[in-house]
């Protein structure tokens, strides 16, 4: 799911691995003000694909729910 310029999945996947690789640097450790950041950024970044993810899952549940209705079932116990 893409909104244009305001939301970039792949790129956010693509700056959460540069992260990931970060954090797996045993020299970060050695840092306490940047592992610190560097872990702020990841979960940040977890967080947002995590509701991204979330949102796509909802959308195509509306667009399931969407369809069945339009072909005469009965959606009104799961909307």
Same mark, same amino acid.
């Given at each position: =799911?893409?909104? %244009?310029? +305001?939301?970039?999945?792949? /790129?956010?996947?693509? *700056?959460?691995?540069?992260? $990931? /690789? *970060?954090?797996? @640097?045993?020299?970060?450790?050695?840092?306490?003000?940047?592992? *610190? +950041?560097? =872990?702020? #950024? /990841? /979960?940040?970044?977890?967080?947002?694909?995590? +509701? #991204?993810?979330? &949102?796509?899952?909802?959308?195509? $549940?509306? @667009?399931? !729910? !969407?369809? &069945? %209705?339009?072909? %005469? #079932?009965?959606?009104? %116990?799961?909307?």
């Amino acid at each position: =799911m893409s909104c %244009g310029s +305001t939301f970039d999945a792949p /790129k956010l996947r693509a *700056q959460l691995a540069e992260i $990931d /690789k *970060q954090a797996s @640097d045993p020299n970060l450790w050695s840092n306490p003000a940047r592992s *610190q +950041t560097v =872990m702020r #950024e /990841k /979960k940040r970044l977890e967080h947002i694909l995590a +509701t #991204e993810a979330d &949102l796509e899952r909802r959308s195509n $549940d509306i @667009d399931a !729910y !969407y369809e &069945l %209705g339009r072909a %005469g #079932e009965d959606v009104s %116990g799961e909307i």
